[in-house]
T-cell receptor
Framework: DVKVTQSSRYLVKRTGEKVFLECVQDMDHENMFWYRQDPGLGLRLIYFSYDVKMKEKGDIPEGYSVSREKKERFSLILESASTNQTSMYLC?????????????FGNGTRLTVT | ELKVEQNPLFLSMQEGKNYTIYCNYSTTSDRLYWYRQDPGKSLESLFVLLSNGAVKQEGRLMASLDTKARLSTLHITAAVHDLSATYFCAVDSHRGTYKYIFGTGTRLKVLA
């Protein structure tokens, strides 16, 4: 079974702090994703990565960056956290040429910025 | 720009009743996914629909896809309390990119 692990379930950070959200998958998947989930807005794609050191912007990349130094790990970075980044963050992964398969999601990190 | 709309956004129904959740999308796609999310939990895959006319069933849930109408439905038969959750549909916006666009979700509450 695919396992996608997000390092923190809950985080509370202060405005202006640099925040790192970590995601690790154990199935050698090439593709990894970061979404944020807000009530009434569904899931919105922040960034995704097709392979190590590769990244592409999603629909709402402003205020975020990412790092993919190893295949199994995809990090989301909030350079200077703001209150409007309070949200649930979900990491997902899928293998290459897996068009008939769904995304595999982690359990989520609920981030509160005060 | 691909848009994915679900309705209703909220659904409260009695146990034993039937209902349908609708997922409309705005551009061509031949792949659609349904997920379930329990409160405080992550998303769990329910169905993967890969072609026009595809129909899949699991227990009291049945999903279908009409790519010409750009519409998918998730039908609930004889609802039970355990089906209470939020249901999302998602569409692959650019074939081969895995850049999925999610609907806003339908929050279902089944009353005993």
């Amino acid at each position: 079974d695919v396992k996608v692990t997000q390092s923190s379930r809950y985080l509370v950070k202060r405005t202006g702090e640099k925040v790192f959200l970590e995601c690790v998958q154990d199935m050698d998947h090439e593709n990894m994703f970061w979404y944020r989930q807000d009530p009434g807005l569904g899931l919105r794609l922040i960034y995704f990565s097709y392979d190590v050191k590769m990244k592409e912007k999603g629909d709402i990349p402003e205020g975020y960056s990412v790092s993919r130094e190893k295949k199994e790990r995809f990090s989301l970075i909030l350079e200077s956290a703001s209150t409007n980044q309070t949200s649930m963050y979900l990491c997902a992964s899928i293998g290459r040429s897996s068009y008939n398969s769904p995304l595999h999601f982690g359990n989520g990190t609920r981030l509160t910025v005060t | 720009e691909l848009k994915v709309e679900q309705n209703p956004l909220f659904l409260s129904m009695q146990e034993g009743k039937n209902y349908t959740i609708y997922c409309n999308y705005s551009t061509t796609s031949d792949r659609l996914y349904w997920y379930r999310q329990d409160p405080g939990k992550s998303l769990e895959s329910l169905f993967v629909l890969l072609s026009n006319g595809a129909v899949k069933q699991e227990g009291r849930l049945m999903a279908s896809l009409d790519t010409k109408a750009r519409l998918s439905t998730l039908h609930i038969t004889a609802a039970v309390h355990d089906l209470s959750a939020t249901y999302f549909c998602a569409v692959d916006s650019h074939r081969g990119t895995y850049k999925y666009i999610f609907g806003t979700g339908t929050r279902l509450k089944v009353l005993a």
